[in-house]
Antibody, heavy 112, light 113 residues
Framework: QVQLVESGGGVVQPGTSLRLSCVAS????????MHWVRQAPDKGLEWVAVTSWDGSNSYYADSVRGRFAISRDNSKNTLYLQMNSLRPGDTAVYYC?????WGQGTLVTVSS | DVVMTQSPLSLPVTLGQPASISCRSSQSLLSSDGNTYLDWFQQRPGQSPRRLIHKVSSRDSGVPDRFSGSGSGTDFTLKISRVEAEDVGVYYC??????????FGQGTKLEIK
């Protein structure tokens, strides 16, 4: 069955960095553009970033552009999100998804 | 950026009764390729989102046929023909025509009356 398993979340201080990973299985990973979507506590869904099937093109929400970097390793069926200069407003559950399938999410808390 | 506006934001429904959620976009979602990239997602309490409908009206695999999507241009609707207890949660629309960014609606919380 299809699985997307995120990891790498945690509690960090403002200004620091974190890298999220998402391992995909059960579908042909290379066939899909992949997204990160986040959800702040008790808030709605916010699209964060997308990367093309081969990682050659990536796009970002204004709120994270210049601080976050999405990437993928198709040999490992893995999607990444490098998050730098983290802010309290980045506190959220981060989901990886191709919109058809979603992971369980990983919680990132940015707090001093 | 395309703004997606859902209504209502709260939807109390009696079991077995129909429900309808509206999603309006700030510009037409008809793509130059002829498709309209409007999806609907369900998020049950404590769970990840799940896609119900893609490209306005195509039901995803395993989605009960009591869920249907319709609309065109800037006006879209998700209908549940007979609400069941398992339908409780928040419903979101998403546009994927004019990206980046992809934009979600604010969410509609469906509860049982």
């Amino acid at each position: 069955q299809v699985q997307l398993v995120e990891s790498g979340g945690g509690v960090v201080q403002p200004g620091t960095s974190l890298r999220l990973s998402c391992v995909a299985s059960g579908f042909t990973f290379v066939n899909y553009g992949m997204h990160w979507v986040r959800q702040a506590p008790d808030k709605g869904l916010e699209w964060v970033a997308v990367t093309s099937w081969d990682g050659s093109n990536s796009y970002y929400a204004d709120s994270v552009r210049g601080r976050f970097a999405i990437s993928r390793d198709n040999s490992k069926n893995t999607l990444y999100l490098q998050m730098n200069s983290l802010r309290p407003g980045d506190t959220a559950v981060y989901y990886c998804s191709n919109f058809e399938n979603w992971g369980q999410g990983t919680l990132v808390t940015v707090s001093s | 950026d395309v703004v997606m506006t859902q209504s209502p934001l709260s939807l109390p429904v009696t079991l077995g009764q129909p429900a309808s959620i509206s999603c309006r976009s700030s510009q037409s979602l008809l793509s130059s390729d002829g498709n309209t990239y409007l999806d609907w997602f369900q998020q049950r309490p404590g769970q990840s989102p799940r896609r119900l409908i893609h490209k306005v009206s195509s039901r995803d695999s395993g989605v009960p046929d009591r869920f249907s999507g319709s609309g065109s241009g800037t006006d879209f609707t998700l209908k549940i023909s007979r609400v069941e207890a398992e339908d409780v949660g928040v419903y979101y629309c998403l546009q994927g025509t004019h990206w980046p960014p992809y934009t979600f609606g604010q969410g509609t919380k469906l509860e049982i009356k």
